[in-house]
């Protein structure tokens, strides 16, 4: 797949060490699918896999945390730098009917916006390590939002499964730590709501030619850049 040049319209930290990144131009997109994001020529080797934020007429957003150095490469960025793009990859949330309840955890929260947009009536559940971020973003587009932290700063002292309860809902889609998911798969089960999440993962070619981000399903291995990033989560073996 080709990489498309990309101007950037602004990168605005939100958070320590998270920013989110807007590039000018028209792309294509739906909520819950990522790009393959990259600023440099050579080094690092390997672009960066980003989950769409948001996406409108005038161009595309990504929220991202620096993890490392092309992330912090990521986040020197001014408006007017190029940025190179790869994408749109992989399959993104499915298309339901009903009330449905968007869980993020950290930087999972990053797929979420989107969705929320298009659904229009979504409870949104954010939880954060310390203070919260973005949430009157979160607000314009959903139904309600409810937010955490384990500090307690804005939000319910504890971490998202503490607010969440799946009772009432057609299904759930969530992305986070692994843990998280595992947790939410526990309560979703319980309460037969379908629950589908958006896993995290290195990656290096974005396009399932390494099997470098396989994760063990019952159906055996999968990739998650090809075959996800979002699965049900009654397919995902979380002990894998």
């Not at 920013?19 to 028209?26: A, R």
């Not at 819950?32 to 161009?59: H, I, T």
Request: hydrophobic share 45%.
């Amino acid at each position: 797949m080709d990489v498309v040049e990309a101007r950037v319209a602004s990168n605005v930290r939100v958070a320590a060490g998270v920013f989110l990144l807007k590039l000018e131009g028209k792309y294509s997109a739906a909520p819950g699918q990522f790009y393959m994001v990259r600023a440099w020529a050579r080094d690092p080797l390997l672009s960066r896999p980003l989950s769409v934020f948001d996406r409108d007429e005038n161009g595309i957003s990504f929220l991202y945390g620096v993890r490392g150095r092309g992330t912090e490469l990521l986040s020197r960025l001014s408006p007017g730098d190029a940025v190179g793009l790869t994408g749109p990859l992989g399959n993104g949330w499915p298309q339901r009917a009903g009330r449905i309840a968007l869980v993020g955890g950290g930087l999972g929260i990053a797929p979420l916006y989107y969705a929320a947009k298009i659904l229009r009536n979504a409870d949104v559940y954010l939880g954060f390590a310390d203070a919260p971020y973005l949430v009157d973003e979160f607000a314009r587009v959903a139904a309600r939002v409810l937010v955490s932290s384990e500090t307690g700063a804005g939000g319910t002292e504890g971490v998202v499964t503490d607010i969440f309860r799946p009772d009432g809902y057609d299904a759930c889609y969530a992305c986070g730590p692994l843990p998280m998911l595992a947790a939410l798969d526990r309560v979703c089960r319980r309460a037969e709501v379908p629950l589908h999440v958006s896993l995290e993962a290195r990656m290096a070619c974005g396009v399932g030619a390494c099997l470098g981000c396989a994760v063990r399903t019952v159906h055996g291995y999968a990739r998650v850049c090809r075959d996800g990033p979002v699965f049900p989560a009654s397919e995902v073996i979380w002990d894998g």
